[in-house]
């Protein structure tokens, strides 16, 4: 861990920055495949979802369009409110488009349920949900993955564009925290 400047923060390692891109690459050709001919629109999810729209994005080689919308379920902690509220909504108007949205991760599935509802009543052609990591929990809502990374077990996570209290979203791999970051 001495070269990401975490200390003993991470307690293991989930997902290996290899074990990512290399599912990043097969869903991309999935995507690549489904969508030829089609004129694509990726809709990451804020912040969460930088580092996966980034590296999954590059691994798309049919032309799409990018936008962001930035929405909150979670507070700073650890929990899940259930309450979805649009901190910052698409620049682009989806009416038409075929739409992809892009997240880090899927837990109680509310978030994504409630996103792809919402983009489907502004007339959206079709959307559909790419995800990098999803928690057992999201079998619970009726949430539609067309793309999933990686099922990991029900435990906090950080790193590849997920954060505690805003930190550890720059590192290349996903893992869990030490007991001792949440006692501080
Ligand atoms: P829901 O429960 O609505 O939540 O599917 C999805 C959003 O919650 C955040 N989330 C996490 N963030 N580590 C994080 O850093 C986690 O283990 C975690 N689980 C959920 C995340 O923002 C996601 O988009
Ligand atoms: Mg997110």
Redesign the pocket.
């Known amino acids: 861990m001495e070269q990401y400047g975490v200390g003993d923060d991470i307690d293991k390692v989930l997902i290996s920055e290899t074990q990512m891109q290399e599912r990043l690459a097969q869903m991309a050709a999935e995507i690549d495949r489904d969508y030829a001919g089609r004129d694509l629109l990726l809709v990451g999810?804020l912040k969460?979802?930088i580092m996966v729209m980034a590296d999954l994005s590059r691994k798309i080689t049919i032309p799409v369009t990018m936008d962001w919308m930035a929405v909150s379920?979670?507070g700073s902690g650890?929990k899940?409110s259930?309450v979805?509220r649009i901190l910052k909504d698409l620049d682009t108007d989806v009416a038409g488009r075929h739409v992809l949205i892009v997240?880090?991760?899927?837990?109680?599935?509310?978030?994504?349920s409630w996103l792809q509802k919402n983009l489907l009543t502004r007339g959206a052609a079709s959307v559909e949900i790419a995800t990098a990591l999803r928690?057992p929990?999201?079998a619970k809502v009726e949430?539609n993955v067309r793309y999933l990374g990686f099922d990991i077990p029900n435990?906090?996570?950080?790193g590849y564009g997920?954060?505690?209290a805003e930190n550890y979203r720059t590192l290349p791999f996903v893992g869990t925290l030490a007991e001792h970051v949440y006692n501080n």
């Open positions: 999810v969460g979802a379920s979670y650890t899940s259930g979805v997240e880090d991760i899927i837990d109680s599935g509310l978030t994504l928690k929990d999201a949430v435990e906090f996570v950080v997920l954060d505690y």
